[in-house]
Structure formats: structure tokens, C-alpha cells
């Protein structure tokens, strides 16, 4: 009996061995002098093989930015600093959802009620989904809509489902969550923003609608040949206009700043209890285990399910969460997370061509977190520009 007892004992100490080997880690490596330099190394590497204009980095540990730097140039001629300006994308969508989420938590909003008592876009004018387009549709990327009216043959809004029954990533639900905030609490949204999060942090480094002032601290977009659209711009002649607000993508942030709202929203701050677990649970599904291809990067943790909580993306991992945005455009690619239970974070903005741009973030990340569930999302990405 003893020896049987001793014998199951020791399997059980191999066995839990084993699955420690095995098991990926949701800690990001801390940051010394000679670590410094090897990621500074990495990165002036990184941006000479894949041709990328400017990149802005950022370590979190156990909640606390503890390390970043800016590579490349703010202008021609003009290298980067911790006070350059990234157009960051999608993860405009961050401040947006944490905004709403904030005046929810306060009582100002509701997450359920419809947003067409507030705020009708004409092109929706006497659809039947109205009563069922409500702030909680939008934010959860469930809101019935395309990603963009101007994917359609008219160029007009519609719904493409009924609003909460699947998951399509929209950057028309958050324009519509905007307007129908800013309407409600009569109140343009940048000042929603800025009263709800930039002033109470103390951000003083972000926009999110176009003001000439910052032009020279934006980082300049320019193309694989090196050509300049102007700020704002994209390279088939539309550009957007001085106060321009969008709350879906074009906001300009530093490293620095970003870091502070981005430890903020995961310290729940500004939510109650309810919200915050809703915000951090996925709500619609995008991308189940059995459809996940993890085979390219055996080595980075593979999520069990992918989706969005309220706002933000999140990948289910075994025991742990990662949270957080991605963001994409002609000159952007940019990422920023943390995992759930380590408080360890990433922010990487790189401005640069989309290509390069998503080439440099598999190297980046094999930098910085060479155990990531990003990795496998960048690298079929990758796959699919060279089609």
C-alpha cells in the first residue's frame, strides 16, 4: 500500500512538472539595462528590414509602465521621442468604449435603451431594427451593421443582420454609439472624452478629432515609396478636415499616454463591479477553438476562443485573458494588451505601410512576447498580403 501510495505520488509530481513545462506564460519578460539594449538592437533591426517609418513601444508590469521608447523619425530629419504623436487606428475604439462605459457606470447613459430615440441616422429612417440598435449592440460589435456604409453599392448605411444576433466588427456601430451620446447628453463627443478620461488622467498628449497644432508631432505617414499624403490622408485623395471627430479610429496618442488610460481600464476604474465584469467576459463570439490555426507558432499560447467583451477584444486563454485592441489602416498598424491575471502589458505603434507594418509586429512580438496569442493572428495576416 505505502509503495502504491508513493508510486502515485511521484506520478502525480512528474505529471504536474510536465504541465509547468508545457504551460505558456502570461508574463512579460521585466526590463534591464541589457535588456534595453537588446530590444533597442531588435527594433533599429526590425525597422531597417521592413522598411518602417516610426515605431512607439511600451512595457507594463504588474500594472505599471515601466519601460518605453520611439524608434525611427516624427518628421523627416526629426527622430522620434516619447512626445511624438502615433495615429493609432482601431484602438480609437478603447477610449470610446471606456468613455461610454464610464457615463453608463455614472447613470448619464444605458447600455439598453434604443439609440434611435436619441439619434437617427436618416439612411435608417423607417427600418424595423430601430428598437433594437441600443448602445450594447454597438459596443459589442453585434450592431447589425457593415463595417463601413461605403463597403455598400449605394454608400448608405443598412443593417446586414438584426441587431444582437451575430458578430460583425463595425466601425459604424462606435460611430453611431458616439452620435447617440453626444446627442443624449447634448455635448459634442471629444469633450465626452476629454471630461470622462483625458482630463481625469491627466492626458494631455491625445486627440481625437483633426487639429492642425499637432500636425508636427504626428508621426508622418508615408508610403512604401516614401511619398506623403498629408495628415489625415489617405492615398485616394479623401482627407479628413480640421475637427473631424471619429470615434472609431484616427486618434493620436503618445506611448506614454496611452499606457495611463490603458492602466486605468484594466484597474476597472471609473465601472462598477457589473460593468467591469461584463466589459472583461466575452459577449460575441468572432472566432471559436475549432476554427483557431495555431500550428505556424507552436510555441506562442493558443487562445480557445476569441471575441469582444464590451469594447475591447479579448482572447480566451486556458487559464488567464488577454485583453485589449488592434489597430489597422494604410500607414497604422498598432496593438496594445495586457493579460488578466499578471497586469503585464504591451503597446506597440508602429507607423508604417500595412504590410511592413504587420511584418514588423511578428518580429516585434517574438521581441517582446515571444509567447503571445497575437502572433498567430499577425502571422495570418502576413499570410494573406502575400496572396
Known sequence: MRKNRIRRLFILLIFSLCTQLNAKSSVIDSVSEKRAEEIDRAFNEILDKHKINTAGIGI????ELIWQNQYGFQQTGVPATSKTLFNVGSITKTITAETILRLASKGLLSLSEPMGEFWLDPDL????YLDDLTARTAITHTSGFMNWRFYSDDYKLKFISEPGTKFGYSG?????LAKYAAKKLKTPFDTLVNQTIFAPLGITNAAIKVEKANFPRIAKPLDHEGKFYGYYCHPQGYCNKENDISAA???VITVEDYAMFLISSMRGEGLTEKLKQERDTIQSVQVNQQEIDCSKAPEAQCPTRLG?????????LNDDKLIGHRGS???VVSMAYYYQNSKDGLIVFFNA???AGIAGMVDA?????????EIHGYQLRLARTNE
Open 125 to 128: 429612417e423607417g427600418s424595423p
Open 308 to 316: 469582444y467583451g464590451l469594447g475591447w477584444n479579448i482572447a480566451q
Open 353 to 355: 505601410p500595412n504590410k
Open 249 to 251: 479610429g484616427n486618434m
Open 172 to 176: 459604424e456601430g462606435f460611430e453611431y
Open 60 to 63: 507594463i508590469k504588474n500594472g
Open 329 to 331: 489602416d494604410w500607414s
Open 365 to 373: 512580438l517574438k521581441v517582446l512576447d515571444p509567447d503571445s496569442p
